[in-house]
């Protein structure tokens, strides 16, 4: 059972050097590629203003997340989330150095940048020239992102998810015959609700061989009568 964690974030600026922060962190767990339906998410109050250009990107104003606790409050929950799973991430070098600049900061664990797998660097490869934003690859792949009218980190992370499965090779990633106990469970509930039907009958009716016979009389020459 493979276990990966889906990471998005949403922040103040482009460098925590110049001290910008976290506004918003986005978790989907992922299984064997899959989701589980397992999130983490939460606002945080950055404690300083959201300059307009990064307010144009995500929407959110300080006003709105000075309610929301600071990073100190919601870093352990985070960490625990996230436990020692990779971390699947859309251009990981942005959100890693904020991510672990924040952790820093409050004096809690860092996270090895090795943890992470580019979906940014995986596009890259694969589609060599082409587009490999998230929206372009959500185009690509025939994703749904209408509701993505602004950034945010948990729909970016759930969007990104698809996309992932898509860049492992859809949702059949590999060719294992192993049946996991909740689908053999879902087989047999199957097979317990189908409903009997009688065979149906195949031979020809008196009838139907009277009307073939009757149209034999009519043809010349038939080929099977030689």
Known sequence: MAREIVLDTETTGFEPSQGHRLVEIGCVELINHLPTGRVFHTY???ERDVPEEAYNVHGLSYDFLKSHPFFR????LFLDFIEDSPLVIHN???DMKFINAEL???ELREVPF????DTLLIARKKFPGSPASLDALCKRFGVDNKARDKHGALL???L???VYLELMGGKQPTLSLHVSQKERETIEKIKEEKTFRSPRPHNPTQEELTLHQ???EKLKQPLWKN
């Open 160 to 162: 990104l998810a698809q």
């Open 104 to 106: 820093k900061t409050h």
């Open 44 to 46: 945080i109050n950055p």
């Open 156 to 158: 970016d992370a759930e």
């Open 114 to 117: 090795e943890r992470a797998i």
């Open 73 to 76: 409050d919601v870093g352990s």
């Open 92 to 94: 990981a070098k942005f």
């Open 214 to 216: 009757e149209l034999i």
